[in-house]
């Protein structure tokens, strides 16, 4: 008897409903402390892919002897982001085609090879294809973290072990701050930070590669898992059921039409990609302002307003903006979106004395503010994105929040500081400026994105719709 596509998918998705909950048994039958174990080295690979995020701009001034310019030095920043752009592109399919365990163990293998290759030539093309291919390795531990959480996590535990996975990261970047910092001082030079890290990354990948497979690739109950293709086998019969007919190019473009039309949603995420221009420019060039701008030129003092800027003020705004929005009722509220243009008008505000001071008391507390209600954002606004979607559009959407994030927001940031410094030779002047200053873009978003949600429903009843 022919079935339709609609039938074919109603009998895939009773299947995968078998199939996943006899999946949740075998690995609820895995012993927690063996998967426990295998989370604190992903929370370790998380820390160490962050790590040299931190040690490039603690090494601006030894850099500078190596590329002349600060454009060049801005590009070993953004350059990373390209690469995980391309990572995530191939990810997917890798995933699915390789076993995982290898994946990983290979993608670490290859990220410390790259890292020890990074100090070692000199060539400035050279440079900057290594930084790409560096994004690319990491973007496999990045990506496929939520989905092993989702999977092998403790049950009741995977939305803690997910937010974990995702706070470690200014920890890396912390972390190879200092110890770039303290190499320099100790007169090793900022290879040594490169060096330690790379010694570190393999031996994480190392321990990776002596985890059984089943901790990883859990094919069982005769479900193939590919990317074209679903094959369940149950009762002695087969179904299987291609998506390539399933989704056509057509229907791809319909969802990308759909969702440009849903105004909350790309103002918002609009919004949230300047906010990520401003804190990855401040990470990633504060230090060598301190040092050029506001005369601080000890290398410990800069770790210290370093740490008290980057590390402290966005972590202390995600967690009272995560803690005052449930408070208020959650993200789904019409109030969370006027609470993220009130906070985010907050930061605007106080970003505009902070290229204009030169005492560095009051730079680093105008700075301060600046991350605090910026990161106090974060949390609400990541909700609104995927909540203010129908429920059919909300993987897609997460795909495109993704994407814009990183190519206006991640990417472009270190390398237009440096531009700027180089045009103007003013050491950066008028690239923190600028930084500081693009914050209003994202408020402009904020505000006509908070005018249409109060005119529109409860995202609760759009999403039953």
Avoid at 11 to 20: G, K
Avoid at 125 to 152: A, D, E, H, K, V
Avoid at 210 to 220: P, R, T, V, W
Avoid at 240 to 261: A, E
Wanted: aromatic letters at 16%; charged letters at 10%; hydrophobic letters at 45%.
């Amino acid at each position: 008897m022919y079935k339709t596509p609609i039938d074919l998918l109603s009998v895939s998705i009773l299947s995968t409903n078998y199939i996943n909950e006899q999946r949740n048994q075998e690995v609820r039958a895995l012993p927690q402390k063996t998967r426990w174990r295998i989370y604190i080295l992903f929370v370790l690979s998380n820390i160490l892919i962050s790590f040299d995020h931190g040690s490039i701009p603690a090494s601006t001034k030894p850099l500078h002897d190596l590329v002349k310019s600060d454009q060049a030095i801005g590009l070993f920043g953004s350059l990373v982001f390209i690469g995980n752009i391309i990572g995530a592109c191939i990810s997917f399919y890798l995933i699915n085609k390789i076993r995982r365990k290898i994946l990983l163990s290979l993608s670490l293998l290859f990220f410390g090879i790259c890292l020890l290759t990074f100090i070692l030539y000199e060539k400035i093309y050279f440079l900057f294809i290594n930084r790409i291919l560096c994004g690319i390795f990491q973007s496999f531990i990045t990506i496929y973290l939520p989905i092993w959480c989702n999977q092998y996590g403790i049950m009741n535990m995977k939305t803690f072990m997910l937010y974990l996975g995702q706070l470690v990261v200014p920890i890396g970047v912390f972390l190879g701050y200092m110890t770039a910092t303290v190499f320099i001082n100790y007169g090793y030079g900022w290879k040594g930070a490169f060096i330690l890290q790379s010694i570190l990354v393999f031996i994480v990948s190392f321990l990776f590669s002596l985890i059984s497979e089943i901790y990883f690739d859990n094919n069982l109950y005769g479900y193939f898992e590919g990317d074209n293709e679903q094959t369940f086998f149950k009762d002695g019969n087969s179904l299987s059921m291609s998506y390539n007919s399933m989704m056509s190019t057509n229907s791809i473009l319909d969802i990308f039409y759909k969702l440009l039309n849903e105004r909350i949603f790309m103002l918002t995420i609009f919004s949230l990609s300047t906010l990520y221009y401003v804190i990855t420019g401040v990470q990633y060039w504060v230090g060598d302002y301190m040092d050029n701008i506001l005369k601080i030129h000890s290398n410990n003092r800069r770790l210290y307003y370093f740490t008290l800027v980057c590390f402290t003020s966005p972590t202390s705004g995600v967690l009272l903006g995560g803690y005052l929005i449930n408070t208020l009722g959650g993200y789904e509220k019409k109030n969370a979106m006027v609470f993220c243009l009130i906070s985010g008008s907050f930061a605007a505000f106080f970003a505009i004395f902070v290229p204009l001071t030169r005492n560095i008391n009051l730079f680093i507390c105008f700075l301060w503010l600046v991350l605090f209600f910026g990161g106090a954002i974060v949390p609400t606004m990541t909700g609104i994105t995927i909540t203010v979607l129908p429920r059919a559009l909300q993987g897609s959407g997460n795909s495109l929040q993704s994407l814009i994030s990183n190519l206006f927001g991640y990417l472009p940031a270190p390398y237009i500081y440096g531009v700027f410094s180089d045009m103007y030779n003013d050491k950066g002047k008028f690239g923190m400026m600028f930084t500081m200053y693009y914050s209003f873009v994202g408020v402009g978003f904020l505000i006509v994105a908070t005018i249409l949600r109060i005119n529109e429903p409860d995202i609760e009843k759009m999403n039953l719709e």
